[in-house]
C-alpha cells in the first residue's frame, strides 16, 4: 500500500483486530455466554479465513484511501459494501471447508464489524473537527466568525459545506439556500436548508451572513446571472464557484471558489466548438495573425497555438503587447510551436508582400483595425488608411501569394454606421466580398460581434480605473445599450466561423441580449465592494460624436441563416447593385475625408464588383491602386 501513514496503519489494524473481536462476541451472543468446546475449537481452526478475507475485501473496497474527515453518505456506503462483501465470502470459504458456524451468527457477526469500523471513522471525523476549531479559534483569537450563506444544496453544495466545517478558515457555514422543494427544511451535512433564491435577501439579513457563496456549477449562466443578481442586494460578500468547464475535475473544493468577474453578470453559457472542423481547419497550416498583439488577435493567436498549426506568424505594429504574446507563448509551449513574430504595418503595402511572399501563410485573420471611435472622428483620413485601405492590402497580398482562406474581423457598429469607425469597418466588408468575387480560388469572409469585455480602449477598463480613484462613472447616457462577449468567445467562435468559410459570407455571432451600460456600471462598483451613487457617484456625460444608442448586428431588411453553431448565423445579403451604390456614398459622406482618395478608390472598388461576372470580369478585371500609397504600384 503506498503512503502507508500511521493513521492509515492504525485503521488496518484497528479492522482486522474488530473481525476477531466481532466473531467471539457474535459467538458469545447466539450461546449466550457458554461456547461449546466444539464451536471453539472450530474458532481456532477458522479464525485466519475472517482476518485474510477482511484485509483483502476492505483494501480492495477503498477503505484506507477515503478522506474520512470529508466523507459524505456515499462514502460510508463503501464500508458497508466491505464489510457485506467480506461476509459472503467468508461464508462462502467457510461452507467448503467444512467449518460453517450457525446464520445467526454471521448476521450478529456483520452487525458489530459494520457498527465498529462505522464508530471509528465517525469518532476520527469528530476529533479532527473539533481539533480544527480549536486551532482555528487559537490562531484568530477573538476575530468574529464569516458566517456563510450556501446557494445550491446538490452535490457541489454539500462539497462545499463539509470543506468549511473541516478546514481551517474562519468561514462558518450557517445555512442553505435552494430551488428544489423537495430538500426544503431538511439539512445538508448539519446545515439547513431554509428557502429558495426569492429568500436571499431576507434570510442573509435575518442571520447576519457576511459572505455568499453560490455553489450551482451545472446551472445555466443565465441562472447564474440571475441569481447573482439577488445576491447583490443584500451587502455580502459574494463568490462563486465556476461552471464545470472550468475546473480540471467533478469534484469541487473550497479553493474553486472564487469572486465574481463582470462576464458572470453577463448570462452567457460557456462556448462549445467543434474541435474536429477547427482542428482540421487548422492543424498544420501556415496561420497569419494581423494585430496580433491586440486584444482579439492575442486570444486567437493562443487558441490558435493549441490546434497544431505548422506556423504561427504574429504580424503588429506595436512591438510591446505582441513581444509579450511571443514570451508567453514561447513559455507555454516550449519549442513545440514554430512561432514567427514580425512587426510591422497592414499600411506598408512593401512589407507585406514581404510578409507574404516568403511565408505563404494558408490561412489570414485580419485584426488589425483602429477601433476607438471618438478617436477616429477626429482622424477619418487615418482610419480610412488602416482599416480600409490596411484590408485591401493585405486581402489583396493573400490571393496573389496562394492563401486558402482570409478572415476579417468585423464589428456591429457596420450596420447603418453613424461613425468613421463603423463606416470604414463596412468598407472592409465590402473590400472583401468584392476580392471574393473577383478572386474565385480564394476564401474571404467577415465575421461581425459586439463589443469585447475588458479588450483595450474599452469602457470597462475606464471605469476600473474610475472606481479605484474614487471618481465619478461616466456613462454617456443611462438608456444606452450594447452587445458584450468575452474576449475568448469572440475568438473561438471566430476560430469557428473562419473553419465554415467557404467564401463571401458575413458571419453574425450570437450576443445574447444587449446590456445597458449604466447597468455595468452598477455591477462594476457593486463587485469592488462598494455602493453605486454613494461610494461611487454615476454621471451621465451624453453620446459622444457618432455614436448610436443602440447597436444592431443586421438591418431589417437582411435575414440570416443558421450554421451548425449554435452561436454562429451567416447574413443573408442584399444583391441589388443600386442600394449598395446609395450605401457606398452614404459611407464615404459619413467618413467626409478627401486626404484618402476614398471616392476614386472606392468607385473602382465597385466597378470591380459589378463587373466580375461580365466576359471581361473574373480575375482579369482592374482591381484599383490605393492612391495614397505610391508604393503599391511596386509591391503589387
Known sequence: MRHLTPRKLFLIVYDLAMSLIALLLAVLV???GTVPVQIFNQIKTSWFVFVILAVVC?????????????????????????????????????????????LAV?????????????????????????KQIKRVKKNQKDDRPIRVMIVGAGEAGSQIIVELKTSQSRRIPVLAIDDNPLIQNYENNGVPVLGTRDDIVELAKSYEIDEIIVAIPSASSETQRNILKICHKTNCRVR???????????????????????DDLLGRDPVVYDMDVVSEFIKDKVVLVTGGGG??????????ASF?????????????????????????????????????????AKRLSEVFSRWRPDVVFHAAAHKHVPLMEDSPGEAVKNNVYGTYNTALMAARCGSKRFVLVSTDKAVNPTNVMGATKRLCEIVILTLNQVFPDMSYAAVRFGNVLGSSGSVIPLFERQIKDKR????????????????????????????????????????????????LARDLIRLSGLVPDIDVPIEYIGLRPGEKMKEELFLPNESIDRTEHMKINILSQIDNP?????????????????????????????SALTSYADDNGGPNCRLPEIPYDASLRAAL
Open 30 to 32: 447466539f450461546y449466550e
Open 58 to 102: 476492505f483494501r480492495l473496497s477503498g477503505f484506507y484511501t477515503q478522506m474520512w474527515p470529508f466523507a459524505r453518505g456515499s462514502q460510508y456506503l463503501v464500508l458497508i459494501a466491505g464489510t457485506t462483501i467480506q461476509l459472503f465470502l467468508t461464508v462462502v470459504t467457510l461452507q467448503i471447508l467444512k467449518r460453517s458456524f450457525p
Open 106 to 130: 454471521y448476521i450478529t457477526y456483520w452487525f458489530i464489524l459494520t457498527s465498529s469500523v462505522f464508530a471509528i471513522r465517525i469518532f476520527y471525523r469528530f476529533y479532527r473537527t473539533r
Open 240 to 262: 462563486l464557484l465556476p461552471f464545470f468547464t472550468e475546473l480540471s475535475t467533478d469534484q469541487v473544493h473550497l479553493s474553486d471558489v472564487r469572486d465574481i468577474r463582470i
Open 295 to 304: 486584444s482579439i488577435g492575442s486570444e486567437l493567436a493562443a487558441q490558435i
Open 308 to 348: 497544431s498549426p505548422k506556423t504561427l506568424i504574429l504580424f503588429d505594429i506595436c512591438e510591446n503587447s505582441v513581444y509579450d504574446l511571443q514570451q508567453e507563448l514561447i513559455a507555454r509551449y516550449a519549442g513545440a510551436l514554430d512561432l514567427v513574430v514580425l512587426i510591422g504595418s497592414v499600411r506598408d
Open 472 to 519: 465619478a462613472v461616466t456613462v454617456t447616457h443611462p438608456d444606452v445599450e450594447r452587445f458584450f462577449m468575452t474576449i475568448p468567445e469572440a475568438s473561438s467562435l471566430v476560430l469557428q466561423a473562419g473553419a465554415y468559410a467557404k467564401g463571401g459570407e458575413i458571419f453574425i455571432l450570437d450576443m445574447g441580449n444587449p446590456v445597458r451600460i449604466d447597468d
Open 578 to 606: 443600386e442600394l449598395l451604390h446609395s450605401e457606398i456614398e452614404n459611407l464615404k459622406r459619413i467618413i467626409n475625408d478627401d486626404e484618402t482618395g476614398l471616392d476614386s478608390f472606392m468607385s473602382e472598388l465597385l
